[in-house]
Each structure stands twice: as C-alpha cells, then as structure tokens.
C-alpha cells in the first residue's frame, strides 16, 4: 500500500513515540486553527508515520478545547490515510480489565461543547456513522496489541461525555445497565465523525485505566490511579504501535476512504465559496480543487 500513511493520535500518557526514522516534529496550519500540537513525523519499517499527542505536551488540552477539525485536517494533509487512536478509558464491564485494550466499534455521542463538523450551512453534508470504526484497522491494532501481551476485547461501544469531571453513579449505572455502553472517555467523539467526513480510516484502542463510579470494589476514578495504570501499559502501547506497519495491508470493505462520495448535498451553484476553500484538504476529492 504506497500511498498509505498511518497516523497516531496519542491520548492520555502518550505524548511521543520513538523509533521513526527520520523523526522531525512539524508545525502545520490549518483553516480550523493550530493542532493540539507539531506532529511527530518519520518513517517505521517502511511505512511513513505521524504521530500527534491529542492534548499536546504536557497534557495542556481539555477535553473539550482539544481543536479535533485543525487536528485532523493537519493529520490529512501530511498525508494521513489511517488514523488509529489510542485513548484512556474507564470500564464498564467486570471482564475488561484495567490494563486490558478494547477495540471500539460503537460510540455514543454525549459531548455537547465541540465543533462536531466541518461543513455547515453553504456546504451541508450528511456522511453515515452507522459503522464508526474501520474494521481493518481496528484488526491490525488488535493483532499487534496480542502480540506485545495485551488482553484484547475486540468490540465494544465507548462512550464520550463532556467532561472534564467524571461520571456520577447515577450516570455510570445509566450507561452501563442501560445505554449498553462497554467504555467512557471524553475524546473520541467528535474525533471519530470529523474523520470519517475527512475519509479516513478511524479506529480506536481504548486503555482501560479504571472502573469509572459503577463498580462496588472500586473506589472513585483517580487521577493517579489512571496515570499509574498507563504508565504500566506505555511500553505495551508503543510495542503495538511498532507492531503496526506489517499488518496494515488488510483491505478495507467499508469504503471509510469515499465516505464523501454521495453526501454533499448543498447544489454546486448554491455552495459558499469561502467555505469550500476551507474544506480543501478534507473534502477536495469531491468538491475538486
Ligand atoms: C487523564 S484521565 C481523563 C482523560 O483521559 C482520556 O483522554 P484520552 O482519550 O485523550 O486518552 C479521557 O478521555 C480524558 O480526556
Ligand atoms: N472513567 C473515565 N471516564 C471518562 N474518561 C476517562 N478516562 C479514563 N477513565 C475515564
């Protein structure tokens, strides 16, 4: 696959990798605004890489401020096909464990304060979530996290709330015995929608790091109890991360890339010309340009 460049985008305790050849951390601007950070560039056993800690370093993002449009635009224009997040979650079932990963394939959508698209009225476009997550990618990531150790479950609904606080009891029991959610963080939604309009593959490993407020044997979610568990896991996420470049052969059947292909509906004579400049880099292929 020549044309294909995997991006990372690193949650909570991942805020670099090692080993790229070639490594150069690049500023890029974008119409949205400035990423969360520069982007680690290189190279990984042949495969080109990018890799972009989702709060930036040193964690100064929120949740809710992380800038997800400018964060994946820049990924796109340095020419990200894949884009795999790596997130820390709380749990919501006994048999994922903290330190096991989850391979999302559901999300629920509680986020209430984000810029959630990049197209709006002058150029209104309506792409299917129906299947959030690319399936090939989310198996490539599965496959490298056994192979470093891991417990992997693959499948899984995550939640994303707002945050910055966590969850209630009442709220972990409502999405836990009622929503049918399997985990909650607060980064991947809108993540996962804008990536999907920019046509890339999306999918995400979620770290468990604790058992959100529903758990009787469990205390409340901890700070540095989370950190503690991913400072336990990191060497584990970097080895899958390396795993990666020799398993993203494995062809997509979801058409994550053409997710644009019939879902603009704003007519070419009615559309707002400043705002099709700006979707250059997202939505160029169907717009042209
Ligand atoms: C440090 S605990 C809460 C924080 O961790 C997760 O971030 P990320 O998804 O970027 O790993 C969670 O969503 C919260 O932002
Ligand atoms: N319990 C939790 N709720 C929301 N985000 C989290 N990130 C890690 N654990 C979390």
């Known amino acids: 696959m020549s044309d294909t460049m995997l991006a990372v985008i690193g949650g909570s305790g991942l805020y670099e990798i090692e080993g790229l050849e070639g490594a150069v951390w690049q500023e890029v601007s974008t119409p949205w605004g400035a990423p969360s950070d520069a982007i680690l560039t290189g190279v990984l056993d042949g495969l080109p890489m990018a890799f972009l800690p989702r709060h930036g370093r040193g964690h100064v993002h929120s949740p809710t401020d992380v800038p997800y449009r400018a964060n994946i635009d820049a990924l796109k ?6 884009v795999l997040s790596v997130s820390a979650c709380g749990s ?3 048999e994922m464990k ?4 989850v391979i999302c394939d559901q999300f629920i959508d509680r986020t ?9 009225s002058g150029c209104v476009a309506h792409v299917s979530m129906a299947h959030p997550a690319c399936r090939a990618l989310g198996r490539a990531a599965a496959d490298a996290a056994r192979t470093a150790g891991v417990t992997v479950h693959d499948g899984g609904c995550y939640l994303a709330m707002e945050g910055p606080q966590f969850s209630s009891l009442a709220e ?24 999907r309009e ?5 999918a995400t490993v ?10 009787p044997d469990h205390g409340e979610v901890d700070v540095t109890e989370i950190v503690r568990v991913l400072t336990g896991n990191s060497a584990r996420a970097r080895e899958m ?13 979801q058409a994550c890339d053409r997710a644009l292909e019939y879902a603009i509906i704003t007519a070419p004579d009615r559309r707002d010309p400043v705002l099709v400049a700006k979707l250059a880099t997202v939505a160029g292929r169907v717009l042209g340009g």
């Open 241 to 253: 991360i390396a795993g990666m470049p020799s398993r993203l052969d494995h062809r997509c059947d």
């Open 77 to 82: 224009q340095l020419g990200a096909t894949h």
């Open 198 to 202: 920019a046509e890339l593959h999306y």
């Open 98 to 101: 903290p330190g096991d990963f």
């Open 206 to 215: 979620a770290m468990v790091t604790d058992y959100d407020s529903w758990h």
């Open 172 to 195: 972990s029991r409502m999405y836990r015995e009622h929503w049918g959610a399997d985990v909650i963080g607060m980064t991947n939604m809108p993540e996962a929608k804008l990536a």
């Open 112 to 120: 209430v304060d984000r810029k959630k698209s990049f197209f709006s």
């Open 92 to 94: 919501f079932r006994e």
